[in-house]
């Protein structure tokens, strides 16, 4: 199994509290995350870090400056205790043919829908990836994004922490590789709780978030 998965386009720490995390993970790695910007009526905004090629990590966190949404904030980030890896994005080449072909083979990652993040600079950015609703519970099994014609957010020259390795557990190993394997990517499994982790090299040494 690859220490990195296939398309892997980033990973999602998410945190209830952004500014503690982004100066936790400066304090731990020696490289501060760059702001990104907000994400306008969910209430969360967020900090990059590149990982290496056209992949980076994305801490999440609530908005102070937005009132309280609507919904639930992606991916549950206001109901966290602490920061903890949520999930990951692949990006295949073709997003229907990539749907569609998962589909037959007996996982469905739900259909695409828009998203939107405004940066500091005030550009907006805007892409589509597959419905949250259909998530695999565990957060294991990565959605789909099609950044379309806005720049990769790796374009924008992040500070980098190159990735060595992300790995998972989960009391049904097989269970995830299904749609792992539907998907055309994969993941280091091993049995135990659910719990998501992943490695990258830094000025301080490797240094493991989970």
Excluded: C, K
Aim: charged share 15%; no cysteine.
């Amino acid at each position: 199994m690859n220490a990195v998965p296939p398309l892997l386009d980033h990973l999602v720490l998410g945190t209830p509290d952004l500014a503690a995390t982004v100066a936790d993970f400066a304090r731990r790695t020696g490289v501060t995350p760059a702001p990104g910007g907000a994400h306008l009526g969910l209430g969360t905004r967020n900090h990059l870090v590149g990982l290496g090629g056209r992949t980076y990590l994305e801490i999440l966190g609530p908005d102070p400056e937005q009132p309280e949404p609507a919904g639930p904030r992606p991916f549950g980030v206001g109901r966290l205790t602490g920061p903890r890896a949520l999930t990951w994005a692949i990006s295949p080449p073709d997003l229907e043919t990539a749907i569609t072909a998962a589909r037959a083979r007996g996982y469905d990652p739900g259909p695409p829908h828009p998203m939107s993040r405004r940066t500091p600079d005030g550009t907006v950015l805007r892409w589509r990836l597959t419905d949250g609703g259909h998530a695999h519970p565990s957060g294991l099994v990565p959605f789909l994004i099609d950044w379309g014609g806005s720049p990769h957010p790796t374009a924008s020259g992040l500070p980098v922490t190159p990735l060595l390795e992300i790995t998972a557990t989960v009391p049904d190993p097989d269970e995830v590789r299904r749609p792992l394997a539907a998907l055309r990517t994969g993941l280091t499994l091993a049995a135990g709780p659910v719990a998501l982790s992943f490695t990258v090299d830094t000025p301080n040494g490797p240094v493991t978030f989970g």
